[in-house]
């Protein structure tokens, strides 16, 4: 049985925009100076009837450009809290209260608990191993405080690589909300370099641009549409390139993407039952009788 190929794509048809149509040039936020294609996300009978005010779409990025953003935003977050962990761990194991993180400065607790080369070996090994985790967190706050997204992330690949495979991986089971894989958005290319869609940050063409990208704008005439609406753009144009579809996402994958976006905006959280509740359930379930019969 063959394998049906992911994610599902067709050749974009000139002059013809609809939902799930990649077009290049698009926008995003954060990654300026990068490759940002957009993904139509308006109703297909809508675009198809011409009854949309503006046509919605999603920014689709490079998956090595997202890690060095978005994803660089996770992994700094889970690294900071697996420093926590580490030092609240020590301070455990060496009968100090972690209320003292963020009272005094660590270099101070270290002095005061964790001195060198007093006491009983074991006391020694726990007080190197806290101040050299000290030190390690000071670097990894000092190279954050640069601001170099590459930098930062060199440092994850050359120290933390099993943290970006981890990312990765957890981002194709679709488990990083706010983001969805894409394997390729090329039907004649067959390299996998991987794209990740933005499910958060959607964007607005005023249909009197949208209707033209069908066909290709090039950067002069996009400026010359833009001078004539009063609505607010989100295409990049560089000169000598036009914005124009590339390949189209159908079914059932652009329903998954769909799906992913409408959980994202539609979750709805409650309250956890209360501590006393869940007490009596277990207490009244673990009793030895014979729940629903009369005795």
């Not at 957009?38 to 999603?58: E, F, S």
């Not at 926590?84 to 060496?94: E, F, M, P, Q, Y």
């Not at 983001?179 to 063409?205: A, H, K, N, P």
């Not at 059932?252 to 905006?265: V, W």
Request: hydrophobic share 35%.
């Amino acid at each position: 049985m063959l394998e049906r190929a992911r994610p599902h794509l067709r050749r974009a048809r000139y002059g013809d925009l609809t939902q799930g149509t990649v077009f290049s040039c698009a926008k995003s936020i954060r990654y300026s100076k990068c490759d940002v294609f957009g993904l139509t996300i308006t109703a297909r009978c809508d675009v198809a009837q011409d009854k949309y005010p503006v046509l919605n779409y999603l920014p689709v990025v490079k998956l090595q450009d997202w890690l060095r953003r978005d994803g660089l935003d996770i992994l700094v977050s889970q690294e900071r809290n697996e420093q926590n962990g580490r030092l609240r761990s020590i301070l455990k194991s060496a009968d100090v209260s972690d209320a003292l993180i963020g009272s005094i400065p660590l270099s101070d607790i270290a002095e005061i608990h964790f001195p060198i080369k007093e006491g009983e070996k074991t006391k020694n090994k726990i007080s190197e191993q806290f101040r050299d985790h000290i030190v390690s967190m000071k670097e990894f706050e000092e190279l954050n405080e640069k601001n170099d997204f590459n930098l930062i992330y060199t440092w994850f690949r050359d120290k933390k690589p099993k943290s970006i495979e981890t990312l990765i991986k957890r981002l194709i089971r679709h488990e990083v909300l706010g983001y969805y894989i894409l394997e390729s958005l090329s039907i004649d290319d067959t390299r996998e370099i991987g794209f990740v869609c933005l499910l958060r940050e959607v964007q607005t063409l005023p249909r009197s641009i949208s209707t033209q990208l069908g066909k290709g704008i090039d950067h002069e005439t996009y400026h010359d549409l833009c001078e004539n609406i009063s609505l607010a753009f989100n295409l990049d144009i560089p000169r000598g390139e036009m914005a124009m579809p590339i390949v189209e996402v159908y079914s059932p994958t652009i329903e998954h993407i769909l799906q992913a976006f409408s959980h994202l905006f539609g979750r709805i959280g409650v309250a956890d039952p209360r501590p006393e509740s869940v007490s009596a359930f277990l207490s009244d379930s673990l009793k030895n009788n014979r729940g629903g019969q009369e005795e």
